[in-house]
């Protein structure tokens, strides 16, 4: 599987040559002059099975851009949505038509990882600063980087959040654990996340499930679960949160199920039943974190929209932010693509997640929370709601866990093999 994702990247990568080729034939540049508009081509899945995965990245951006009345430093912001459907194909030719027809001066979005790896090409062929705000795709802010210098994160890595819920697993005793987990790539990097650090504290990665993206029934997968298991790791996204819980728990088992970040996001759990209560992941951002920022964010964007925000939600809403502190250096005027990524790179913000800086290879720092579903009233909402209640914060985690970025980046990337499944039978 890795080989394949290897040799997926570099189809697309010489593929985009000739557009690149187009570009520069053109004469297509981005100027560092004041920006009467600053153009955000914003790629989202706003039809099929993620479409309200897209709605809340784009309500999220949204209300940013309200606050400060649509405009960075003076310069007015025009966003132009384009419907990924989810699909890599059809977010790069989106992405085309947003840098050569819109000439748009950031791309923004993607959500699925293959989205991340297919997206970054276009914005070296196209000289076009390319922010991440959902795509977790591990390696472009690691082994890859140096083909993307217009590339830049505001979200996180696949493997980030599940390094630190390696070691609280580990931390609570947990010795054998079996993985079930979306079988692409993000579903490849979250369990290789988990996986190295909860071994390397002594525990064992027993069997591997990978059930395909999108599935609906796991009545074909759930049966195979080793029962001497002292828990599952599940990661699932999409309408397959939703789906897998409840089909695990209504077969019966009665084990803790610990979730990857997009497995009990606050996107789902309204959809969700008791039968999640007590379970536990980990993410960047949770809707009950109790700090004033965020409290303040989840009442006014609750206000709007009338619904608990996601991360999808929060993690776009502090993009706008990032971009606006750049622009505010700027005096309202486009520095160009190079000059852009390097001072989004050099920021600190204090956002609704909480404080967020960058590493020297533009992934976020960040503090990662671990967060167990219970069912309580926050916030003065009179209603009892499933909430993600933070247990345990670490903070200022970096992409490197504490292996340190040179021995992590000697081992091969997160992959369905990697690392092997030794305790497997």
Known sequence: MASNMTSYRRRMVVGLLAGAAIVAGA??????RAAEELRIGFIAPMTGPFAQ?????????????????????????????????AKPDTAVTKAKKLTLQDKVHILLGGVLATEGYALAPVSTSDRTVYIASVAAADDLTQRDLKNYPYFIRSGW??????????????????KKIVAVAADYAFGHEVVGGFQKVFEDCGGRIVQKIWPPLGTKDF?????????????????????MALQFPK??????????????????????????????????????YSAALDTPKNVAFVKEYRTKFGKVPSYFSE?????????HEVMKQTNGAWPGPEQFVAKMAALKVEAPRGPVSFDDMRNPVQNIYIKKVEKKKLFGYDKEELWNTIIKTYP????????GKEAFLKQPVYSRDFPPCKYCE
């Open 27 to 32: 004469g297509f540049v981005q100027s560092a």
């Open 53 to 85: 995965v897209g709605k809340d990245m784009v309500d999220g951006l949204n209300m940013y851009l309200e606050q400060v009345k649509g405009e960075f430093a003076g310069a007015k912001v025009r966003v132009i949505v384009e419907d990924s459907q």
């Open 157 to 174: 890595s696949s493997s980030q959040p599940h390094h630190a819920l390696g070691q609280w697993a580990c931390d609570q005793g947990y």
């Open 219 to 239: 009545g074909p997968f759930i049966p195979s679960i080793k029962g001497d298991a002292d828990a599952v790791l599940s990661l699932m996204v999409g309408p």
């Open 247 to 284: 089909q695990l728990r209504s077969a019966g088992f009665k084990k803790p199920i610990i979730g990857g970040g997009t497995s009990y996001d606050e996107f789902a759990l309204p959809f969700m039943g008791d039968e999640v209560i007590g379970d536990v992941s980990a993410l960047q």
């Open 315 to 323: 993690t776009n809403y502090t993009t706008g932010l990032m971009i």
């Open 396 to 403: 200022a985690v970096n992409q490197f866990w504490t292996y």
